[in-house]
């Protein structure tokens, strides 16, 4: 069983940088492939970003390619969500989610765990 945990979310402006983390407790995440996924309010979730076991890949939506990088540090079981030049339409809840699978990284349906999510807000 894993369980995640987001942090780091908040109210930042337009411009600026916020970083988020994802901890897991049981199971190490290295046995996973690792998203993030955001919701705003009225509006479906969607693919952020995500990485697969080893790190040496990684999958962006177009919207935030360029200004967010995701990492993972597997010894700390540990996922980052680097977001920099932030824009209002980057506010949302952001969840992380943990998949056995590789094959859709972008699809929700590819996870099997989810945490609770941190909230961010960009101010204009």
């Known amino acids: 069983q894993v369980q995640l945990v987001e942090s780091g979310g908040g109210l930042v402006q337009a411009g600026g940088s916020l970083r988020i983390s994802c901890a897991s407790s049981?199971?190490?995440?290295?046995?996973?492939?690792m998203g993030w996924f955001r919701q705003a309010p009225g509006k479906e979730r969607e693919f952020v970003a995500a990485?697969?076991?080893?790190?040496?890949?990684?999958r962006y939506a177009d919207s935030v390619k360029d200004r967010f990088t995701i990492s993972r540090d597997n010894a700390n079981n540990t996922v980052y969500l680097q977001m920099n030049s932030l824009k209002a339409e980057d506010t949302a809840v952001y969840y992380c989610?943990?998949?056995?699978?590789?094959?859709?990284?972008?699809?929700?349906?590819?996870?099997?765990?989810w945490g609770q999510g941190t909230q961010v807000t960009v101010s204009s």
């Open positions: 989610a943990a998949g056995a699978t590789e094959w859709f990284l972008r699809s929700a349906s590819n996870y099997d765990y």
């Open positions: 049981g199971r190490t995440i290295s046995s996973y492939a």
């Open positions: 990485i697969r076991r080893g790190g040496g890949l990684t």
